[in-house]
């Protein structure tokens, strides 16, 4: 028997929807706020296993340690930027409003919303409680575990995959080749390792591998738009200027010396 959250799906497979996600976070990032990014993976999460989330409020508050306005106010800006579409849900026994049904939404259809007759259409009064134990976060500096109560009865350890098993997924499912993947995740290793052996970076290791994965995802849409003869070239050049826009944009403002005067020919 068919789950009736599947004829939500918008997505053949996970890994495409993990795909829309991860899209639509980084093209929204500077309009999303941190408890935004917590609500969209949270609904995410709970989605890996029919595509479309069932949830209550209380649970995404719970989730994120936020409030019921916090977690509303994110709902609605998430929808308003066709990031996902909620479907209202009546309780067949009460006849009143239960969980919310949510479905994340493709990337080259966001604002688009379904129009479908049977958004009120009753279901069983219940939610996604569980959760794949091969499941990824969709950034680790978004989603830290200490932040999150997880309701899933999986251990939080269970709940992510490293980095190099992302970054493959995520060239499986958009390039079709992970030969080179071993190549990138050298690439970030040599970045971030430079960067880590300083006291004031040792606890941004998340930060670093949250750059990295971002950074090889705009190096796969690039290859959309162009051909790219150098892939792992262009993934270093992506990934060495977020590295400097997140730690460095902003430095010289710390000193009154003009810029000019650290540089000596």
């Keep these: 028997m068919t789950h009736y959250l599947k004829e939500y799906s918008r997505f053949e497979t996970i890994a495409e929807m993990d795909v829309a ?16 990014r917590h609500v969209l993976d949270v609904i995410r999460r709970y989605s890996v296993k029919y595509g479309a989330a069932h949830l209550k409020h ?15 106010r994110a709902i609605r800006k998430l929808v308003n ?13 009460m006849s009143g409003l239960g969980a919310n049904i949510y479905i994340i939404l493709p990337f080259d259809d966001q604002g688009k919303m379904n129009d479908r007759d ?3 259409k009753p279901h069983e009064d219940k939610e996604n409680e569980q959760l794949p134990a091969n499941e990824a976060l969709l950034s680790k500096s978004i ?5 999150l109560n997880y309701t899933s009865p999986l251990e939080p350890s269970k709940l992510s995959t490293s980095l190099f098993s992302r970054m493959k997924n995520l060239l499986v499912t958009t390039i079709g080749d992970t030969k080179q993947a071993r190549e990138f995740y050298g690439i970030h290793r040599a970045i971030s390792g430079r960067m880590l052996k300083f006291g004031i970076y040792k606890d941004d290791r998340h ?10 995802m705009i190096t796969v849409m690039a290859t959309k738009k162009k051909k790219v003869r150098n892939l ?34």
């Design 232 to 265: 792992p070239g262009y993934y270093k050049g992506v990934l060495d200027k977020l590295v400097d826009e997140t730690y460095f944009k902003d430095i010289f403002m710390l000193f009154d010396k003009p810029v000019e005067g650290f540089y000596s020919p």
């Design 118 to 120: 049977d958004d009120d």
């Design 81 to 93: 930027l066709g990031i996902i579409e909620k479907v209202h849900y009546i309780r067949p026994v």
């Design 207 to 216: 930060v670093f591998e949250d750059l990295a994965y971002r950074a090889l």
């Design 58 to 72: 209380g649970t995404i508050e719970e989730a994120i340690g936020k409030s019921n306005v916090t977690v509303r």
């Design 21 to 36: 996600a991860e899209q639509h976070l980084m093209t929204h990032w500077d309009e999303l706020t941190k408890s935004d």
């Design 143 to 147: 989603l830290k575990s200490k932040d």
